[in-house]
């Protein structure tokens, strides 16, 4: 196990930059999941963090030992990718078994270290197949398995689960962070999914057009997003954006078409530059209730608009109301089935201690 530490690390193709001064340290024995949409950089950085990339500018330390320039053979690292990668002439055994061959494992060493693995990912009673006899999903076992057996001190993993359908990719994903736990091993992971970074990771490091926006827990960057794009990025359905005016309206409010939300006093110092301006106010879908439908639990501060449903979206466990809220359309998610009528008036009740507002131009966190 090591820290893995990115310092200031730039990739260019070209005049194009795919990843941005990016600085970042993944503690020993981490679990920190790379999200972002594609193309903003995740996996140039992996490639960048197992030497089958060279950063243009900054530096890679694995502990304290400059990896930067090193080859992959010399890192101790493995990688699964989403593409299982495994080799279709080679018995399972010997897929797994290819990695310790190659650093010329003595072979008693080999059987017990191939047993460990394959016992770990409950794969023992495959191991005298071909690929070809395999499921998906016992492919990505064996692509796992042959990962873990070397017991590198970085495991990257590139969107391993995408190739999986989805009822496995929910389990695959418990089991791979329960194999993690159990292994201890500094592990980085690709995705572009927020599901499986919010249920993975230790910690999230959101990137976007090269760049990381934000690195935190998963319930930090869920509650704290520190920008628009990330607070939409992650959550479903997403967090609703609407436009809204600072006022100084019976003391300090926020007024958008068809609504206007009266703010609790404290709010006043960090919008103290904004007042007359327009910023972005942001609601996710779950911090909301229709008043005499459902009640939000453990708040303390709440405002009022009125609306009027729109359109139900029954989920089973839960309801999501699109209701009109002036010339907007807001997304109002309540527990259980909540057969509202379309074109009923109600009452929309927000949580004024999760509403978050944007700045407008620069799109960053103000509250
Ligand atoms: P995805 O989820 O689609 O794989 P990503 O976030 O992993 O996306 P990268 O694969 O890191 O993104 O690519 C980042 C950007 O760099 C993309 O615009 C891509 O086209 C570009 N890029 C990656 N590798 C090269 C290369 N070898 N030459 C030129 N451009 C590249």
Redesign the pocket.
């Known amino acids: 196990m090591v820290e893995v530490k990115l310092e200031g690390i730039t990739k260019r ?2 005049d ?1 930059e ?2 941005k001064d990016l600085t970042l340290t993944i503690k020993d024995g981490e679990f920190l999941v790379l999200l ?12 960048m963090i197992s030497g089958l990339e060279t950063p243009s500018e900054g530096k890679i330390y694995f502990g304290d030992r400059d990896v930067t320039y090193l080859p992959p053979k010399d890192r101790n690292i493995s990688m699964v990718f989403q593409s299982y990668a495994v080799w279709p002439h080679m018995k399972v055994f010997d897929n797994i078994a290819f990695p310790l061959r190659v650093k010329k494992y003595p072979e008693d060493e080999i059987t017990r270290r191939v047993k460990w693995a394959a016992e770990l990912l409950q794969i023992e009673s495959l191991l005298d197949r071909y690929p070809g006899q395999l499921s998906g999903g016992q492919r990505q076992r064996v692509a796992v398995a042959r990962a873990i057996v070397v017991e590198p001190d970085v495991l990257l993993m ?2 391993p689960l995408s190739n999986l359908d989805a009822k496995l990719r929910v389990a695959m994903r418990a089991e791979i962070k329960k194999l993690q736990t159990k292994l201890n091993v500094t592990t980085i992971y ?1 995705t ?1 999914d927020q599901v499986e970074a919010m249920t993975m990771g230790d910690r999230i490091a959101v ?1 976007n057009k ?1 760049r990381l926006l934000q690195v935190g827990p998963p319930t930090e960057v869920y509650l704290k997003p520190n920008s628009l794009f990330v607070a939409t990025f992650i959550g479903a359905p997403e967090m609703n954006i609407l436009s809204a005016a600072v006022t100084e309206r019976e003391g300090l409010a926020l007024e958008g078409d068809g609504f206007i939300v009266p703010l609790p006093e404290d709010f006043r110092e960090l919008l103290l530059d904004y007042i007359g301006k327009d910023v972005l106010l942001g609601i996710r879908p779950e911090h909301m209730t229709v008043k005499g439908v459902s009640t939000l639990e453990h708040v303390t501060r709440t405002a009022e608009i009125d609306g009027i449903v729109d359109f139900i979206e029954a989920l089973g466990t839960d309801t999501i109301v699109h209701a009109k809220v002036g010339g907007n359309i807001i997304k109002i998610k309540l527990p259980g089935h909540i057969p509202l009528p379309v074109g009923e008036k109600i009452k929309i009740e927000i949580d004024l201690d999760n509403i978050h507002i944007f700045d407008r131009d620069t799109e960053k966190a103000i509250i």
């Not at 972002?36 to 490639?47: A, E, F, Q, V, W």
Request: charged residues 15%; contains cysteine.
């Open positions: 193709f070209g194009f795919a990843v972002g949409p594609s193309g903003c950089g995740k996996t140039t950085t992996l490639r590139d969107e690709v572009h990137m090269g």
